[in-house]
């Protein structure tokens, strides 16, 4: 089996704090079963796809204790530990699911310090790389202060079980305050070609060293702007997904992926993906559907 190394994976390494991170890392969300909820349909598959990303050179792994819920780190765990040395985990706080598959906010102190020892217990860490406090819904922020949210999250890297916070679904302003109260070392919000209201976060997160990690990178399309998506995909003999993927990477270097899939196949095929050149007039026409 041909081995990639992570030096040659598409947009090589963002240093991300002390954390050199490939730009190309793997999404586990799809792991859990349909609705992100119970256990996957085939657990074999979910451990090689793991294992896949791993061998591919990809050296993070982009989580949460609520996919599943649980489910997705216990398979974290059983596939890759005792983890490679090089391996950096990401993992978020803030939800929690109810019984119906909702993602209700647990967001209070008592509950995100329960979430960050789960996430410890479920993957079998004694600390973890990256904790993101999630702020807004799945796709939008919600206004307000995050101070006492994540104040608490400092405390907890101020004892070690956290090296490093980051946000998830925030505006710039609660970027803003939360570095008062600690270093934010990646920030984590939707953002895409068509979906473009982050372009000046994700130009001052870069200007800062603070990375940028977008999610649906082909969510929120309208029919007119996935007809020009396909147009120049269909142009360039690659899929929408390959385009959307490879035009992030290049909209700025701060830009990290975490493309999500249940099969290995798929993830051979997001990674190469991501490594597709864009010529010049391509990117042109892919930077204006968004505006």
Request: net charge negative.
């Amino acid at each position: 089996m041909h081995t990639m190394t992570s030096d040659n994976l598409p947009g090589g390494r963002y240093q991300v704090a002390d954390l050199p991170l490939t730009r190309v890392g793997y999404g586990a969300m799809q792991l859990a079963g349909p609705g992100v909820f119970g256990p996957p349909k085939d657990h074999d598959a979910a451990i090689a796809v793991l294992r896949a990303a791993v061998e591919l050179g990809i050296n993070h792994i982009d989580t949460a204790d609520y996919y599943g819920p649980f489910v997705t780190n216990e398979l974290i765990r059983e596939a890759l530990a005792p983890y490679p040395a090089d391996l950096h985990i990401v993992t978020k706080v803030g939800a929690r699911r109810d019984g119906q598959g909702g993602w209700p906010p647990a967001r209070t102190p008592a509950e995100l310090r329960e979430q960050v020892h789960d996430n410890l217990r479920h993957l079998g860490l004694d600390v973890l790389d990256v904790v993101n406090l999630r702020v807004g819904g799945l796709e939008d922020a919600e206004p307000g202060s995050i101070a006492e949210q994540f104040g608490a999250l400092a405390e907890l890297r101020q004892q070690g079980l956290i090296r490093h916070l980051g946000l998830s679904t925030v505006g710039a302003d609660q970027v803003a305050e939360a570095q008062s109260i600690a270093p934010v070392v990646c920030v984590q919000n939707l953002y895409n070609i068509a979906r473009r209201g982050d372009d000046a976060l994700v130009d001052a997160t870069a200007r800062q060293g603070i990375a940028f990690v977008p999610y649906f990178p082909l969510g929120g399309f309208s029919a007119l702007q996935s007809d020009a998506l396909q147009s120049v995909a269909d142009r360039l003999g690659a899929t929408p997904l390959a385009v959307a993927l490879a035009w992030l990477l290049h909209r700025s270097p701060n830009i990290l992926l975490i493309p999500g899939t249940s099969s290995v196949a798929h993830l051979r095929e997001n990674v190469a993906a991501a490594g597709l050149k864009l010529p010049d007039d391509a990117i042109a026409e892919l930077d204006a559907i968004g505006r």
